[in-house]
């Protein structure tokens, strides 16, 4: 269903600030889902179903709760995936068929250019939308999900600038520095300077704690942070060649075999424990994790992490929301979609669950510049975010990002925790992603 031949690798490349992929983004929720479209509910409403993935935090942030009074005959539901790696193959059957899908559905950013190039035709125009305003978006943002003709086919939620969320009791336990300007210092610039970081923290690490929690984070982190990673500007699949996929993945090996990094996959029930229990030290932090922490975090952890400077500016993360032709209710859905993704809207997802908006008008607000978090005290969030966002690379992202970041990590980095040589997973990830490449 997603298959292309070797033949059609030069399919449609968006520049833009990319995410690695998704089966490493997102939050919590259950894996199952209805194929059921919306429908009236007993009192006469229009139910308007959004099918989701991971923790887009509309419902957390009485977004839905405010719709509805705002429009009573409507209902709104969610239907939520927890990966977007489940969830996406599901999506694009549905495109395919025409069938099972909600009133509005949601896009991942390392998917935007497949759905784009090979689905268009099955979604609205949402550039028509009331209210819809292409300046209301970053415009690479904007461009990402418009189509050769001119068609825009999602409207941006979020974007994810990257920093390093630490926790500071774990840090002064283990003889580290606790001071965010201090410790972007000596990381700054270099990757491999943060892993050295990780390694002194793991020399008198408090019991039972790594520094990191997945090598699939840390490697998200480093390849958000090059322009050119997957694909080359012409639309070639370059990833095997590019020396910097091969020592972003070498390092974040290195560090696994090593044990700075635990083993249990992101977003997994294990993986939520360990947040739950404080077994890792810092976490490669797009303002979405904010969320994910405090989803997962007991409330004594409230106030113990801070928030530091990456080693380099880059993006992990973003997400759309498209409104399929076959829908039920399409005209409230594109109001719906339009009125989630308004900055008005995006400020207000930003302050509660710090998804940090793709609506630039937003940044000089006070409710960024002058934004906290209640897990992370009083780190000037809002200003470290928007510094990143602002000196993020504008990446090459293709159709197929997703499928070759993911394998990276499930295929290859997975393999080091449970004990394969580095270089003997790189060789295995690269033969699994060119086999799915070739289908």
Known sequence: MRARIRTARKAMVLAAVASLGAGLLAGCADDGGSDNGSSGDADGKTVIKLGLFGTFGFKEAGLFAEYEKLNPKIKIEENVTQRN?????????????????????????????????????????VSKAPGVKPDNWLDWKWKQATTQDGRTIGLGTD?????????KDLFEK?????????????????????????????????KGTTFMDTPGGLMSAILGSEKVRFYDESGEVIYKDNPVVKKSFMLTAEAAKDG??????????DWNASVANSKFAAIACPPWMLGTLKEHSKPDAKGKWDVAVAPKSGNWGGAFLTVPKSGKNVKEAQKLAAWLTAPEQQTKLFKVQG???????????PEVTGAKNEMTGDAPIGEIFA?????????????????????????????????????????????????????
Not at 102 to 108: C, P, S
Not at 159 to 167: D, L, T
Not at 355 to 365: D, E, G, H, I
Request: proline share 7%; hydrophobic share 40%.
């Open 85 to 125: 790696e489940n969830y996406y193959p599901a999506l694009v059957n549905h495109l395919t068929t025409g069938a099972g899908l909600m009133d509005i559905q949601a896009v991942e950013v390392a998917n935007i250019a497949e759905v784009v190039a090979t689905q268009a035709d099955k979604l609205e125009d």
């Open 159 to 167: 974007v994810g600038p990257v920093a390093i969320c630490y926790r």
């Open 174 to 206: 283990a003889g580290l520095p606790t001071d965010r300007e201090e410790l972007a210092k000596r990381w700054a610039g270099d990757w491999e300077k943060l892993v050295e970081v990780g390694r002194e923290y793991q020399k008198n690490a408090p």
């Open 260 to 269: 700075l990094v635990g083993s249990l996959p992101q977003f997994q029930p």
């Open 355 to 365: 998804n940090f908006p793709s609506a630039p008008a937003t940044y000089t607000t």
């Open 387 to 439: 510094e990143a966002a602002k000196t993020n690379p504008v990446q090459v992202i293709g159709p197929k990002d997703q499928v070759i970041g993911s394998s990276l990590n499930d295929n290859g980095l997975v393999l080091v925790t449970k004990g394969t040589s580095p270089a003997k997973a790189w060789e295995t990830a690269v033969k699994t992603i060119d086999n799915k490449l070739e289908k």
